[in-house]
């Protein structure tokens, strides 16, 4: 444990706690379930509106920080440049804020948005279709990446100006926490991470691997067995395991490049040969139509008109999001040096929920057609074999689905890696005392958290506790969102007081080019920063 440098008063809370969760979920997963559930039902009942509000703040407080001076703020030094191309920099957080379910997602939610639509509409009506697509463009668009975003800022600022040497949450809570982030608190605030980081990310294994094999099953006219849903996982454990051992430049790197060249090649060839002029023409109306509501749409609980919409598909998702955020904020950070904050928030922001939109605009539509045509018995396929059967119909509309499919087996085994490597890299780098030169933990605890998330998604398909297990990550959005206001409220205190109005002066008054991000020298005695200050526009 010495020698991997391993934080033991993280490691082992989790793992027993972990222990402790799956064996109840193992030997009664119906009692395990319906006590999640109404845990959820409590929570989605008197916290709706904390949660519903949560993303609007953040616009708020990016806004602020985008516009304002300390937008300009280098996350390094002067001289410090991006280490990665925006490409391979876009790429690495795309495909692993998004994961393979964008995919499974894109093709499924505008069929179950028309037969259970918001707002109190009739099912299957052309105005329940009418918000298909706009809540699926909604839920995976700005608001979502702003919650990604949100951990991002604190945690770079703490990594690559203020110099903290290790790579947890509890870090950039040290403004606040003061030296009590080392202690208790600080324990809490990172083991309670990664639960909820486990919790979601074996979750989406729990998701995604069904749906491979379904493909496989219809490639090779095998059944889908347990076997097989292991031989997927397995496959995921070699991939991104072999993918952490290889480290982010060689591993990670490759394969979301790799991943976005397969994934667009998919996505132009059904932009082609599906229905383009109505997937074009209904992609804008549905971003008029969303961007019209946006506001309805975030702010809606269904106090007046009832109906289960919002917590069943909003909440859930903000809740998810939420989840994810810690892992996606830890990534995003550890791979920005160089950037500045404004870079970071405008990326994540914008750039992410365009590549979101064109999923939907492309499956999203082609699926909504399938379904408005009576190409195939949606609601029938549906009630037999359940949302995995409804995509794999879809697909099989397709021309030449015998070669997509194989394509599709690859996109999503190397979507979901790209995630679960992420994963196993920033689970280590929080349960590591510190990091090596190159900011990274040992080899041989990135393998570990490789093999602990393919263990616990076997768990979770052979109990048939997933719903559980998912609900479980739900619930942990609230704590998680207490961190996140932490790490903020730390952040501006500590960005005021290395970047505030006296220091706005010395620079003004130091003649320096206003078109360079700065960091000054010596301030006060309280710490050293680089050669040439960093200017912040005024």
């Known amino acids: 444990m010495k020698k991997l440098n391993i934080e033991t008063k993280v490691l082992w809370p989790v793992l027993v706690i972990l222990?402790?969760?799956l064996v109840p979920v193992g030997v009664n997963p119906s009692a395990a379930e319906e006590t999640v559930g109404n845990i959820l039902s409590f929570i989605t009942?008197?916290?709706?509106?904390?949660?519903?509000?949560?993303?609007?703040?953040i616009l708020i407080f990016f806004t602020?920080?985008?516009?304002g001076k300390f937008g300009q703020i280098k996350l390094g030094d002067p001289e410090d440049?991006?280490?990665?191309?925006?490409?391979?920099w876009f790429s690495m957080i795309f495909t692993t804020g998004i994961g393979a379910e964008i995919m499974y997602q894109s093709v499924i939610e505008p069929i179950t948005y028309t037969t259970g639509p918001p707002f109190g509409l009739e099912a299957g009506t052309l105005s329940a279709a009418e918000w298909a697509l706009p809540y699926g463009l909604f839920h995976w668009g700005i608001l979502a990446w702003a919650i990604y975003a949100l951990p991002s800022i604190p945690m770079a600022y703490a990594l690559y100006v203020k110099k903290i040497p290790y790579f947890r949450l509890s870090a950039a809570c040290k403004p606040i926490l003061g030296k009590h982030s080392d202690g208790l608190p600080g324990k809490i605030v990172d083991v309670a991470m990664m639960l909820g980081l486990i919790g979601v990310v074996g979750t989406s294994i729990g998701l995604v691997a069904p749906m491979i094999a379904e493909l496989l099953s219809e490639m090779f006219h095998i059944p889908v067995t347990l076997g097989l849903l292991a031989i997927v996982i397995a496959l995921w454990?070699?991939?991104f395991g072999g993918s952490v051992y290889l480290g982010l430049e060689r591993g990670i790197k490759r394969l979301s490049n790799f991943n976005i060249i397969i994934v667009a090649a998919i996505t132009a060839f059904v932009f082609l040969v599906g229905p383009t002029i109505f997937m074009l023409s209904n992609s804008v109306q549905a971003l008029g139509k969303m961007f019209n509501n946006f506001f309805e749409m975030g702010l809606s609980l269904g106090s007046i008109r009832g109906g289960s919409f919002p917590q069943d598909w909003t909440i859930f998702y903000w809740a998810w999001w939420i989840g994810y955020a810690s892992l996606?904020?830890?990534?995003?950070a550890r791979i920005s040096k160089g950037r500045t904050i404004k870079q970071v928030i405008i990326t994540q922001c914008l750039v992410g929920?365009?590549?979101?939109?064109?999923?939907?605009?492309?499956?999203?539509n082609y699926a909504l057609n399938v379904q408005l045509s009576n190409v195939i018995p949606v609601d029938t396929i549906m009630a037999d074999s359940g949302q995995t059967g409804v995509i794999m119909a879809v697909i099989n509309t397709l021309p030449l689905s015998t070669i997509i499919i194989p394509l599709?087996?690859?996109?999503?085994?190397?979507?979901?890696?790209?995630?679960?490597?992420?994963?196993?890299?920033?689970?280590?780098?929080?349960?590591?005392?510190k990091l090596d030169r190159m900011g990274q933990p040992p080899r041989i605890h990135r393998l570990f958290w490789a093999f602990i998330l393919g263990g616990v998604g076997i768990i979770i398909l052979a109990i048939g506790g997933l719903e559980a297990v998912q609900l479980s990550s739900v619930i942990v959005g609230v704590p998680m969102i207490l961190v996140f206001v932490l790490m903020t409220i730390s952040f501006i205190k500590s960005v005021k007081e290395d970047f505030g109005q006296e220091k706005a002066t010395l620079v003004k008054n130091s003649k320096l080019p206003t078109s360079e991000p700065y960091n000054d020298q010596e301030f006060k005695g309280k710490r050293k920063w680089s050669e040439k200050a960093s200017l912040m526009k005024k």
């Open 81 to 88: 440049k991006p280490k990665f191309s925006n490409f391979s």
């Open 45 to 57: 009942e008197n916290f709706g509106w904390i949660f519903v509000l949560f993303p609007f703040l």
């Open 64 to 67: 602020w920080l985008v516009f």
């Open 19 to 21: 222990l402790l969760g």
């Open 353 to 364: 929920p365009v590549g979101c939109w064109l999923f939907f605009g492309v499956f999203g």
């Open 328 to 332: 996606i904020g830890l990534f995003t």
């Open 408 to 433: 599709l087996v690859i996109a999503y085994l190397i979507f979901s890696a790209t995630t679960f490597d992420t994963a196993s890299l920033i689970l280590s780098s929080v349960a590591s005392k």
């Open 237 to 239: 454990v070699i991939i």
